[in-house]
């Protein structure tokens, strides 16, 4: 991996981790490891790296060799999104779009204690619950889902993810416009107030890392909403 390039840049990229990005190409959060490109600074996640490198691909849930067309226009098989951009097979059209692409194969929830599958919706015997057993609202059953096949638990992919499926607490968050290094956090007792909107931070927060500044915040309240909902299903 040492010749990556960004399709836009001269400049090779360089491997970063432990900082809190939005990568350039699926647009998921995290702060897993990323390449930075040393010119403009625009940070792709490796699993989108890797992704991209030209060939064949493999996704544990799709049978055949998928293929990335950047131009492809329409919606991806295992969300019912609509996307730009998506791997698609040769052999049988099914399309999967970045975020799927990259979707945990096993995922722990509370809900249920063993470790969850994801699973495809052409995997008939699953179909028999149509209810999502941790918002209680109905499934599409074309769709791709969390499963225990023991318990036989059912969940949406997004119930079981959150919204920000990438993200690791105790990391760091810099580009706010506090001027301290905030702290990703999710408080069990005694909740503080957002210092933005005013309300008990019971959700994931930004917690300044110098205790005697007590600046805490909504990750929600600085990733606006509709930006969040954007960087989740478009790449
Ligand atoms: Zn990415
Ligand atoms: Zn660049
Ligand atoms: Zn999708
Ligand atoms: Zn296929
Ligand atoms: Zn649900
Ligand atoms: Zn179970
Ligand atoms: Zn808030
Ligand atoms: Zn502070």
Known sequence: MKNVWHELCREPLALISDKVFECAKCRHISNTFAYECSECESKRCLR???????GARTSLRHEHPLFFYKDYHGRCDACGNLTLGAFCCKD???VLHFGCFSLPITAHHKC???????????????SES???DICEESRDT???FYHCAICDTSVHVNCVLGKYPF???????????????????KKKYYYLDCNKCGKP???????CS?????????????????????????M
């Not at 599958?117 to 995997?123: E, G, K, P, R």
């Open 130 to 132: 149509h209810y999502c």
């Open 142 to 144: 074309n769709r791709w």
């Open 201 to 207: 931070c019971e959700d994931l927060s930004l917690e």
């Open 112 to 126: 249920d204690e063993h470790l969850l599958s994801l699973t495809a919706h052409n995997d008939n015997k699953y």
């Open 167 to 185: 993200l690791k607490l105790g990391s760091i968050f810099e580009e706010t416009d506090h001027p301290h290094p905030l702290t990703i956090v």
């Open 92 to 94: 049988c059209n099914f």
């Open 48 to 54: 989108c790296v890797i992704a991209l490198t030209p």
């Open 210 to 234: 110098k205790l005697e500044c007590k600046y805490i915040v909504h990750l929600d309240c600085v990733v606006h909403y509709t930006l969040r909902c954007f960087l989740w299903w478009r």
